[in-house]
């Protein structure tokens, strides 16, 4: 049986598949992913099945994965999120059994980084799958511009990922970092053990580029505007100024004009709610109370009555599109 270590695939499939061509890749052979299999690719979901149904394959979890999991989705998850579609849950639920660190009797596989001086079951998930808090915390330690690598010193190899190190490994002090930029057009790298031979192909395009252009409109029409916060909406609006393209510029252009429109309606909302109080006591008088408690929207009329409801508490708590559209429902405007 021979091993092989895979650098970052990054949803890059066909490139994952020329690859295991390559190297004669058999069912008795393992196959160690150091992680960040899906993202910035164009079949995120492709490699993802490969890997879960494939016998004698290991993967790690990456960064990337790491931010599927704690569901902190930036534009790269949001793609991923949409190109699984209805198996996106069992993908996490899979990613939730992975593995942070990989050992053979060559090397010890990692995504990201290893503290140099921790045992292997003593260093931290963060630092090996190369989180934000995990590079924040080796910055502290080794200082903003060094490497980890220069200070590892022990006699097992370590393999890793996560850095796009150029387009061949990069190897010190024992270290064999093989992200070598596939999505972004470079090379897809495996290196074999226990000969530390090195496998690549090249990527057919830099996928990343094009998927960022593909999936802009999906991602957007996919955002939870109707929930989003007004402040929110308006930063997301604010961070896409820069977009040219004609469908985009107006897609976001109905988004605004959507959103000033509901934002504008505080004033009617007020109007109708202080209306409708003034009628309530002059109807009912000491029986207020009784008659404002049958509403669904009781506590914008108590508050009326205590000559609080005012324009600062609609936005405070009118803060989204959907609490504002469903009060307008609720008041027939």
């Not at 200082?143 to 006699?155: I, L, S």
């Not at 530390?196 to 957007?220: C, G, M, N, S, T």
Request: with cysteine; charged share 30%.
């Amino acid at each position: 049986m021979r091993t092989f270590v895979i650098g970052d695939i990054h949803g890059c499939f066909d490139e994952l598949m020329e690859l295991t061509r390559k190297i004669g890749l058999t069912a008795d052979d393992l196959l160690i992913s150091v992680g960040d299999i899906v993202d910035r690719g164009n079949k995120s979901k492709e490699v993802y099945e490969y890997l879960l149904n494939r016998p004698n394959s290991k993967v790690l979890v990456g960064n990337h994965e790491r931010k599927h999991q704690n569901r902190i989705l930036s534009y790269s998850q949001e793609i991923v999120k949409l190109q699984f579609g209805a198996d996106y849950e069992d993908f996490l639920k899979w990613i939730r059994t992975l593995d942070y660190y990989y050992e053979t009797e060559d090397a010890i596989v990692v995504h990201a980084f290893f503290e140099h001086d921790k045992d292997l079951k003593e260093q931290k998930q963060e630092v090996l799958c190369g989180s934000t808090s995990g590079t924040r915390y080796l910055e502290k330690k080794y200082g903003p511009e060094a490497f980890w690598g220069e200070y590892y010193q022990c006699d097992k190899p370590i393999i890793y990922g996560h850095h796009v190190v150029g387009d061949s490994p990069k190897i010190l002090n024992n270290t064999y970092g093989i992200d070598t930029g596939a999505c972004h057009g470079d090379y897809l790298t495996a290196i074999e053990l226990p000969t530390f031979k090195i496998h690549q192909v090249k990527a057919k395009k830099d996928y990343w580029k094009e998927e960022q252009r593909l999936w802009q409109i999906p991602v957007l029409k996919a955002k939870d505007w109707n929930n989003m916060q007004f402040a929110d909406i308006d930063k997301q609006l604010n961070k896409l100024a820069y977009i040219e393209e004609p469908e985009l510029v107006n897609y976001l252009a109905e988004i605004r004009i959507w959103k000033e429109e509901l934002v504008n309606s505080y004033a009617d909302i007020q109007l109708k709610i202080e209306n409708l109080r003034k009628s309530l006591m002059e109807e009912h008088k000491e029986n207020f109370s009784i008659e404002a408690n049958k509403f669904p929207f009781k506590a914008c009329l108590f508050k009326s009555k205590t000559n609080n409801f005012t324009l600062e508490y609609l936005e405070k708590n009118l803060n989204t599109p959907s609490k504002v559209s469903e009060l307008k429902n609720q008041l027939k405007l």
